[in-house]
């Protein structure tokens, strides 16, 4: 059984359908890459995972049991957390507090806590007690991650994260994700950026227009293969 | 001299009032930008509240206080969770006609209930209990007990702010309701535990209100008044801002009641609107939003 699954999963904006019955698997361990366009329906996926979006109860299966109708709440006390596109720090906390309050619905049993987090990414705790919006585009990417890692998630879902940083950041970030799959994390990757994704996913997941149009092991697929899928454009 | 300093020290006191009055506004605006029309009719419905339970019980004020503190937070948890949390969104109206709509409904409801007489809360001796500071000025015990209240509650909703999970979640939310809920922050449950806590303080501040000056049923909408005014002068968001809007609010009051007894009121408004004009954001605004 997988750790997470959706079937034939659908999202609405009023009229507007964004996704047209979606279908995942996320196994325990695995870290699993989402490529696709803008507009392809990547965040609107998480959103739905996240309970930000609700939709048909087994439309969304985590554990073997139906999420698909619960609050954004409910899902992240059940082990799904989620670094936000554009980080989302609350900026009137400060950086420990920020951290603090990822494990406001849940601390878990596990790994992390203020201090791992801090052996995880040592820049933050120099800059604890200084506001969020002080740090630097990639600190606070940082501290949107290890606020996700404060609650212990079973799945930790990365909208974005090398979205407007440069690539040397880029390559701090992603050197952190071994460590957190060491843990025993399940990881979902959004990204823009195919090479990166490619690079540590065991799945990739290509999105075109609220459908999958590719789906399979990231070795598996040509370029062009990813080409297609990804622009949606004719062999 | 001594008159005026007399004056000054009255309207400082008279300030711990107007800021327990609008504490509760402030916290509910703060953090779920809510603005309560009806903030004024609640601090009359606590002050009934008290009345009720000393009446019917045989017990002090402060004992009768103390039991309407979670008598008040209930309600206040219920109505937020059952009817307030469905007026929140993009939309401010909704919230608007509500709680005017609870205005009108509490007056009515009390009036229904205890009559439109007025009422005083007894507290025996101390109501008249003063202390000589020296130099011909002496202030009332009540007045007094008041001021240091206000400066109390403060101190313990700025702590639970930035000392406790809770209050970290009640800031969060205030940021970004929509992350806090990523957090596992569930907003309907926060929102409803900020208006129970609002009604906490509205109890203390009726407690005061009672004790000062008789009250009926229709004197809501001018304690929501004086509760905007000191919340606007001080700058929303920020709960020492609003305690020194009520004093500058109170001082005011005061100063107009000692050159004519009929411009109290008048005088309280003009120094708003000064205010107003020189600092519109107030005088602490938050940094953001």
Partial sequence: ??????????????????????????????????????????????????????????????????????????????????????????????????????????????????????????????????????????????????????????????????????????????????????????????????????????????????RISLAGSPAAFSRDEIHHAYFGTQK | MTGWLSVLVHGTLLGGLYALFAIGLSLIFGIMRLVNLAHGDLIVLAAFVILAVMTSFGVDVLSALL?????????????????????????????LLVTFGFSIIIQNGLQEAFSADSQRLAAGAIETASIQLGGGIAVGVMPLLTLLTAIGVIFALNALFYWAPLGRAFRATSDDPLTAQLMGIDNRRIFAIAMGIAMIVTAIAAFY?????????????????????????????????????????????????????????????????IILILRPRGLFPRAFD
Wanted: charged share 15%.
């Fill in chain 2, 209 to 273: 209100l009672g004790i000062r000056a008789n009250f009926d049923p229709s004197i809501g909408p001018a304690r929501l008044i004086y509760a905007f005014e000191a919340v606007i002068i001080g700058g929303l968001g920020s709960l020492w801002g609003t305690l020194l809007g009520g004093i500058i609010l109170g001082v005011a009051q005061t100063i107009g009641a000692h050159i004519n007894p009929e411009w109290q009121i008048l005088a309280g408004h003009v120094a708003f609107l």
């Fill in chain 2, 67 to 95: 039991i309407s503190l979670p008598i008040m937070f209930v309600i206040g948890f219920a109505l937020q969770y059952v009817i307030l949390n469905q007026t929140l969104g993009r939309d401010i109206l909704p919230p």
């Fill in chain 1, 1 to 210: 059984m997988s750790l997470l699954e959706t079937r034939d999963l659908t999202a609405h904006y009023r009229d507007l359908q964004a996704l047209f019955g979606v279908n995942t698997r996320l196994e325990q361990g695995d870290t699993l890459a989402i490529i696709g366009a803008n507009g392809a329906g990547k965040s609107t996926f998480l959103r739905s995972i996240t309970g930000l979006l609700r939709g048909a109860p087994w439309s969304i299966v985590f554990d073997g049991e139906p999420i698909g109708h619960l609050s954004a709440a409910e899902i992240m006390k059940r082990g799904i957390a989620l670094v936000p596109e554009g980080r989302r720090l609350f900026p009137s906390l400060t950086v420990e507090e920020n951290l603090l309050v990822g494990g406001y619905g849940r601390t878990g049993s596990g790994h992390w806590n203020i201090s791992t987090i801090y052996s995880l990414f040592p820049k933050l705790r120099e800059r604890r007690h200084q506001a969020s919006t002080t740090l630097s585009g990639g600190e606070q990417q940082m501290v949107a991650i290890g606020r996700a890692l404060m609650s212990n998630p079973r799945v930790l879902l990365c909208d974005e994260i090398s979205l407007g940083l440069a690539p040397i950041i880029i390559r701090d970030i992603y050197q952190a994700l071994p460590k957190i799959k060491e843990t025993g994390t399940s990881v979902v990757i959004v990204e823009q950026d195919i090479q990166q994704a490619m690079k540590v996913a065991d799945r990739l997941y290509c999105f075109q227009k609220g």
